[in-house]
């Protein structure tokens, strides 16, 4: 449910349906009754403490707080948010408004029955003291959440309806109408092309294997493209090494990356952003069964390394690693993959952050900084090539996990293995496994975060 917004209002219009918010340093959040209006008392701190981590949560505990109350309306004085010391434009504030706005009023309801009344939505919000340039950063920064949401519903939707083919689908729905052009290749296109590290993954599942393709040249046709690489696993039973039954659930969202690089390429082609943007997405399940990869067998990947199974639950990696050969065909400016890699990411991180791996110190920068301004956070970790020793193969070129099958490092090798398949670009990886699903306490729905959309929209909007 996206919320619709109003602007110019009154607040002497205001009916009795809707919720007044007043924003301001107080002792404690209140919701009070005044002259028959309804009225929540939102304490936020003072100006010179105001950062912009507190201001993400605040407009989202807004929200969160008027659903508490049933409200189904919603009204805001603009002027209460512009705290000096974010040092933000009135626009900048406007977009991260629209943004957590619709953010935080998601949840995913697909598959439940509406109450009778309806479900607890905020449907209508009325701000007051805007002028148009800010009107329209805040709806842009709604836009940018729509995507975001529609992420989020794609990664939320269960292994059963969310199949290599059906993604493929959402990837074509979620660009209708839009200038990008989308190609999916089945087995036997892959086959053509030796794309075995993706088939080998995909050979244990009865659902048939896709590469999705999405293409938007925005800008000039000699400008090299930006390249977003996302992790499609629609389910990720382990395979033959079996996951234990208590890390099963949720590996429905094991296309995540996938999904963000789908709806970050619909959001740059509806905000017509003048930039080459190509997404590349390898969709498998990787289930357990007589046709299985096993561990133990040496797959020969597109790029002709050959790579030694260790494991059958490292699947992202193998067929991350023939998206990333494929992706040098566009000659790109940038390859930057997005994918729920490693547990181990979330054991070095915790679940707050997204782990950032490359080599190029400026790239690194520019990402930490778009993620601390979008509210996708990311924390670099190292990639220095003598962890390299640790997945030299025995049998094949390299291994899929450390070859002494140690826990230690386990993001890192990880990433130290995607490396070996993109040397010579410019290259980031982005391990979102930490930031797969929201955590207590931050004001969102339960399930599926939609991470890195936003930081993925600001990046290639500011690029240059
Ligand atoms: N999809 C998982 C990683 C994951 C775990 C994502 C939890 C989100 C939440 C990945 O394919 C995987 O299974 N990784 C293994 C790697 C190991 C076998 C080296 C892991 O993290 O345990
Ligand atoms: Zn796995
Ligand atoms: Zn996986």
Known sequence: ?????????????????????????????????????????????????????KFYMLIRKMVMMAKSTKAPKLAFNFEDLLFKNLKLTDQEIGEIIGTQLDFANYEFTDY???????????QEVFIFGTKEDVENAILKGDTIAKEVNKTRSLANTPGGDMTPTILAEKAKEAVKGLPVKVTVFGEKEMENKNMNAILSVGYGSDEESKFIIMEYFGGPRNEKPIVLVGKGVTFDSGGINLKPSSSLLGMNMDMSGGAAVIHSLALVAKMKLKKNVIGIIPAVENMASGKSYRPGDVVRSMSGKTIEILNTDAEGRVILADALTYSQKYNPKVVIDIATLTGAAAVALGERATALFTEDDELSKKIEKTGENTGDYVWRLPMWEEYENEIKGNFGDLTNIHNKDSRYGGAIYGAIFLHQFIKGYKWAHLDIAPRMTSMAGENLAQGALGTPVRLLYKFIEVDN
């Open 1 to 53: 449910m996206s919320i619709k917004i109003i602007f110019k209002g009154n607040i002497k219009q205001l009916k009795d349906d809707v919720l007044f918010v007043s924003i301001g340093p107080k002792n404690k959040d209140e919701i009070v009754k005044e002259n028959a209006m309804k009225i929540l008392y939102l304490k936020s701190e003072e100006d010179g403490k105001m950062n912009l981590r």
């Open 112 to 122: 439940k029955t509406p109450p009778e009344e309806g479900f607890n939505f905020i």
